[in-house]
């Protein structure tokens, strides 16, 4: 028996194979409760309401203030049940309770209104003036696609849940979304402030289970209109490839490597603070960390100690106390690609200057090799593997740099482009830095400010379109472009003697 | 860049290869969750700037050119299986295991002890029992610096 069902056509169901898997505590490695596995088949069910109810149901045809009423609906079930979400959001992913609390849940909330009033704000119906085929008139209708099918990440399950079904349903879509397996436990959840908040069924479904079957069901199903994933940047090419077959729109946010900038005027008490925070705020998991931070060698050396005596004071243990500043990696095999990163870090760099391991001893019940420590490696070359690849771990490399030229060029030399920091007293200097990084997102004297209100998405490898903003809102629309020629004589269809003056 | 495939792996491929009708393709890719990682994907298309790097189960391993630059000669790592979820699309989750990447061919040195990351305070300490989710609660309250933070 699942303790967590699937969510298909308003209502929490099992999977049909009856089949579930355990999530688990990574802190603990103790089951949290049994997840209903879905499959190839329960991902066809969901898809299938979610058509449904986009080709049948009301939805679609609400007045954007309509739709926004639920998202904000939903968005007010949330807060109020904001410490449920929240550990609940800490212990299935391993994030603190403080993430959970002050980002996650606040977050996935404010997504839902941001979207809410987009769906308010944005004209669904442009009137064009002067047409170039007069009299003519023209206006651009603005419509939902259809079934969006949103796949998210392990590291922020339900915020990112928020981000891919909110401006999707504020839009006029119908929704199927699918969390990863790691971290199901509060997309799915959203089930039934759904049902409080009366969302027609149909409009969220929200599935568990392997990508394997489930999620290539979601990207290859010709029912499904459009496809936004956030993830790996393999897994983005096998989704555009999979949805290629029917042509599916698709938005993509992927791997980063991110630089950080600190320049020789930056105030270097608040720098370290920045180039600690995006790195290790979350153990790293996340996209668009500053993981390589780029250091001027005037300050390089005090820079280090700094940053090697702050990381030393980040507290590691239980995620659910509040006074835990780094949990445990999402799960074992992550903590193990961090380990095998920091091993190929010693053969390539040397020693870190901090970190390089598990803890050494936490509380009794925590599972130590879950964790581990922040890690600094100093000196290294940009062309070193810890400072192409992406760990998604607490690993920072420190690079050195003498010019603003050479700070740029070595930011740019990465497959990636995410995000990105510039640390300066000088903010005209730090701009024209951040002008010139292929990146979709830069921090000037800061790290890791997302909000909705902002387009969020990557250069090159880092993915495609942008999710957030207003952007974020319209790429969940299409444009349609509406031509009416009022003519009632033959003078109004000269261009038909394009073809021939006799038809 | 070679990389080679444990025994355990090279199972899970072949039995992936009896429940797929399409060609099987492991290739290794980059980035965000899952670090560098092998994928195993039925009717792939590698793109341009593919090799193949090894192969397991007569299923071919592709790297791109990025990850062949830095693991030149035959350093690679060894494709490995790990009884854990995952969120890939990589075909082998439908068997309740991930492959993964482990082994550099690389030795590793000693732990280093730089500086100490001390253990959060145990301020609760909770037992194992077979219903951890009613055990394991909040500790503690938020920290006054975050009591005013509030999304818009």
Known sequence: MADFKLFINGEYVDSASGETFTTTDPATDQPIGEVAKADREDAARAISAARTAFDDGPWPHLPGSERAAKLNKLAELLEANAERFAEAESRDSGGTIKKATFADVPGAASALRWFARMAIEQPDRIELEGSPFPPSKNYVRYEPHGVCAGIVPFNFPLLMACWKLAPALAAGNTSVLKPASYTSVTALMLGELAQEADIPPGVLNIIAGPGGTAGEELASNPMVDKVAFTGSTEVGRRIMQLASGTIKPVTLELGGKSANIVLDDADLDIAAACVLFGTFFHNGQVCESGTRALVHKSIYDDFVSLLVDRAGKIAIGNQLDFDTDLGPMVSRAQAETVERYVALGREEVGEPICGGSAPDALADDLVTANFYRPTIFTGVDNSARIAQEEIFGPVLCVIPFETDDEAVAIANDSIYGLGGGVQSANVERAEAIADRLQTGTVWINDYHMITPERPFGGYKQSGIGRELGTAGYDIYRQAKHVHTNPSTGRDGYMHFAALSANI | ?152
Do not use: K
């Open chain 2, 1 to 152: 860049m070679r990389v080679s495939a444990s025994a355990r792996a090279a199972e899970v491929v072949a039995a992936m290869g009896e429940r797929r009708t399409g060609t099987l393709t492991v290739t290794i890719g980059t980035g965000c969750c899952e670090s560098t990682a092998p994928f195993l994907y039925e009717d792939f298309w590698p793109g341009p700037d593919q090799e193949a790097v090894g192969e397991v189960s007569g299923v071919t391993i592709y790297a791109p050119e990025y990850l062949r630059r830095l693991y030149p000669g035959d350093q690679g790592p060894r494709l490995e299986v790990v009884d854990e979820l995952a969120e890939s699309l990589s075909v082998e989750t439908e068997l309740g295991v991930r492959l993964a990447l482990r082994g550099t061919g690389l030795d590793s040195t000693d732990e280093p002890q730089a500086c100490e990351v001390p253990a959060a305070p145990r301020r609760s300490a909770p037992t194992r029992s077979a219903h951890p989710v009613a055990e394991r609660t909040v500790v503690g309250r938020p920290p006054p610096e975050l009591e005013g933070l509030r999304f818009r």
